[in-house]
């Protein structure tokens, strides 16, 4: 277990940052300020870390609000918990192969100055190429969550599983270069764009070809099936975009273009398998 501990001579909350980097070893990319610590209490230090807090209400006296921001964001979830002690402790912990998330702290203020952190915990504007393209990934995983309103049965589960692979999706853009030694990155996986070819070719074989291009509408599910695939289609030219000036998993691109692909056909499946699409008529109202 890594362990700081904290005392009342930190009079400042720099001077609490600055501790608990030397006394934990941060990488040399973390900023003060608690979005940064966030990240890297749950991404850069392997293993549990307790940071014990001697003479607590002398130093919540100085620090104020700093002092229970600080307790919210290293001892955020259910499975943290946050021990009371004849000093405070604020101890953070994880099961080593587990992926999931509990997120109880949602705002930090980290963000306010215009920047937010990647995957790996580096800093970067929120109008950076990278996060434009996870962003426009959620943007597309929302009006998913609209159409899985009108659908159900094996549709709404076929969606389902995008939904949670746009989440690997996002996971994946957001960290640019190679995990650290002893662990692994979350990526796209050939598997998951194989399914959705599967589940494509098996919608399409019960379709009749298209005599003309489709308009987005029909039934209310075909229609945001269609607004979800345009949407992961500008995700995708986020992607590309990115491709040109920073590395991006060639399977992360290739799964965006199936999925939209996928999107399609689904989209044509609820509309009475293709009898309500709405057929683009060239020059009709001309």
């Given at each position: 277990?890594?362990?700081?501990?904290?005392?009342?001579?930190?009079?400042s909350l720099d001077a609490v940052y600055a501790r608990l980097a030397a006394e934990l070893h941060f990488p040399?990319?973390?900023?003060?300020?608690?979005?940064?610590?966030?990240?890297?209490?749950?991404?850069?230090?392997?293993?549990?870390?307790?940071?014990?807090?001697?003479?607590?209400?002398?130093?919540?006296?100085?620090?104020?609000?700093?002092?229970?921001?600080?307790?919210?964001?290293?001892?955020?979830?259910?499975?943290?918990?946050?021990?009371?002690?004849?000093?405070?402790?604020?101890?953070?912990?994880?099961?080593?192969?587990?992926?999931?998330?509990?997120?109880?702290?949602?705002?930090?203020?980290?963000?306010?100055?215009?920047?937010?952190?990647?995957?790996?915990?580096?800093?970067?504007?929120?109008?950076?190429?990278?996060?434009?393209?996870?962003?426009?990934?959620?943007?597309?995983?929302?009006?998913?969550?609209?159409?899985?309103?009108?659908?159900?049965?094996?549709?709404?589960?076929?969606?389902?599983?995008?939904?949670?692979?746009?989440?690997?999706?996002?996971?994946?853009?957001?960290?640019?270069?190679?995990?650290?030694?002893?662990?692994?990155?979350?990526?796209?996986?050939?598997?998951?764009?194989?399914?959705?070819?599967?589940?494509?070719?098996?919608?399409?074989?019960?379709?009749?070809?298209?005599?003309?291009?489709?308009?987005?509408?029909?039934?209310?599910?075909?229609?945001?099936?269609?607004?979800?695939?345009?949407?992961?289609?500008?995700?995708?030219?986020?992607?590309?975009?990115?491709?040109?000036?920073?590395?991006?998993?060639?399977?992360?691109?290739?799964?965006?273009?199936?999925?939209?692909?996928?999107?399609?056909?689904?989209?044509?499946?609820?509309?009475?398998?293709?009898?309500?699409?709405?057929?683009?008529?060239?020059?009709?109202?001309?």
């Amino acid at each position: 277990m890594s362990r700081a501990v904290l005392d009342a001579g930190l009079a400042s909350l720099d001077a609490v940052y600055a501790r608990l980097a030397a006394e934990l070893h941060f990488p040399a990319h973390f900023r003060p300020n608690l979005d940064a610590l966030w990240d890297v209490l749950t991404t850069d230090i392997p293993g549990p870390v307790e940071i014990v807090w001697r003479d607590s209400a002398a130093v919540q006296a100085r620090l104020g609000a700093d002092f229970a921001r600080i307790g919210a964001c290293v001892s955020p979830r259910k499975a943290w918990p946050l021990r009371w002690l004849s000093s405070i402790s604020f101890s953070r912990g994880y099961r080593a192969r587990s992926r999931m998330v509990k997120l109880t702290k949602i705002y930090t203020r980290g963000g306010d100055a215009g920047e937010t952190s990647l995957g790996d915990g580096t800093r970067t504007p929120k109008h950076d190429l990278r996060v434009a393209a996870y962003g426009t990934v959620d943007e597309a995983n929302a009006a998913i969550g609209l159409a899985r309103l009108h659908t159900k049965g094996a549709a709404d589960a076929m969606l389902a599983r995008i939904q949670n692979d746009l989440f690997d999706l996002g996971a994946d853009l957001c960290r640019p270069g190679a995990a650290k030694p002893g662990r692994t990155a979350l990526r796209i996986a050939q598997a998951q764009i194989d399914r959705l070819e599967a589940e494509i070719d098996a919608m399409n074989a019960k379709l009749k070809p298209l005599d003309s291009f489709i308009l987005p509408g029909g039934t209310p599910a075909a229609a945001y099936l269609h607004l979800a695939r345009t949407v992961i289609r500008r995700a995708e030219r986020a992607m590309t975009e990115l491709a040109i000036a920073g590395p991006v998993n060639p399977l992360a691109i290739k799964y965006a273009n199936r999925v939209s692909d996928h999107l399609f056909v689904l989209a044509r499946f609820v509309n009475a398998r293709g009898k309500k699409d709405v057929l683009w008529v060239p020059g009709q109202n001309r």
